[in-house]
């Protein structure tokens, strides 16, 4: 089995900043990807921002600038460190892990919990 286990929510003024971390465990042989995802009430759930084992990342339009992911592949850990933060990036925020148990076979997805982010005055 494989745990995503996020953290670094919570409540912070318009233009500030919060950085989430994710860590994975359990039975890991390999990360193909990493990645967070939002969802805000009413919506779908959306792609936030995704980074590959070999560092490759792709944005959301709506986050380019004001958020970075990066990796620390030894600790298992995706952080997501987002500025200038506005109402509009108030949601839930999920981390993603593409990862594969063993050798063989392809990697699944795995979400963790969820961590909510309230941007408010």
């Known amino acids: 089995q494989v745990q995503l286990v996020e953290s670094g929510g919570g409540l912070v003024q318009p233009g500030g900043s919060l950085r989430l971390s994710c860590a994975a465990s359990g039975s890991i042989f390999s990360i193909v990807a990493m990645g967070w995802y939002r969802q805000a009430p009413g919506k779908q759930r959306e792609l936030v921002a995704i980074?590959?084992?070999?560092?490759?990342?792709n944005y959301a339009e709506s986050v380019k600038g004001r958020v970075t992911i990066s990796r620390d592949n030894a600790k298992n850990t995706v952080y997501l460190q987002m500025n200038s933060l506005k109402p509009a990036d108030t949601a839930a925020y999920y981390c993603?892990?593409?990862?594969?148990?063993?050798?063989?076979?392809?990697?699944?997805?795995?979400w963790g919990q969820g961590t909510q982010v309230t941007v408010s005055s």
């Open positions: 993603n892990g593409l990862i594969k148990t063993t050798d063989k076979g392809q990697a699944r997805a795995y």
């Open positions: 980074i590959t084992g070999g560092g490759t990342t």
